[in-house]
Nanobody, 121 residues
Framework: VQLQASGGGLVQAGGSLRLSCQAS????????MGWFRQAPGKEREFVAG????????YYADSIKGRFTISRDNAKNTVYLQMNSLKPEDTAVYYC???????????????WGQGTLVTVSS
């Protein structure tokens, strides 16, 4: 599956952004989806994940309660709604797809190109 992320930009602290990730192909619904991020000088980290049906979601502690992952299998799209953004949320955000069951970085075989989110203080 090929992925195209969009929706990043510059926002003030406390603001909101919604990231989208459009997938190509007919197998989107067969993949678990994840959002990861990489801040300057840091390793890529897991942000949020969602099951194939969308009924189960998982979040990193650092964003829990502020970000919401969702998916629309009819549109082959996964979203990341980000509220109450903080300067430490500044990073390149990547969407990823996995045909497996684990939400570990190494288990995701398909990655989008990344979209930059910058949060100013």
């Amino acid at each position: 599956v090929q992925l195209q992320a969009s929706g990043g930009g510059l926002v003030q602290a406390g603001g909101s952004l919604r990231l989208s990730c459009q997938a190509s192909g007919r197998t989107f619904r067969n993949h678990i989806m994840g959002w990861f991020r990489q801040a300057p000088g840091k390793e890529r980290e897991f942000v949020a994940g969602i099951s194939r049906s969308g009924t189960s979601t998982y979040y990193a502690d650092s964003i829990k309660g502020r970000f919401t992952i969702s998916r629309d299998n009819a549109k082959n799209t996964v979203y990341l709604q980000m509220n109450s953004l903080k300067p430490e949320d500044t990073a390149v955000y990547y969407c990823a797809a996995s045909s497996g069951i684990y939400y570990r970085d190494a288990d995701f075989g398909s990655w989008g190109q990344g979209t930059l989110v910058t949060v100013s203080s």
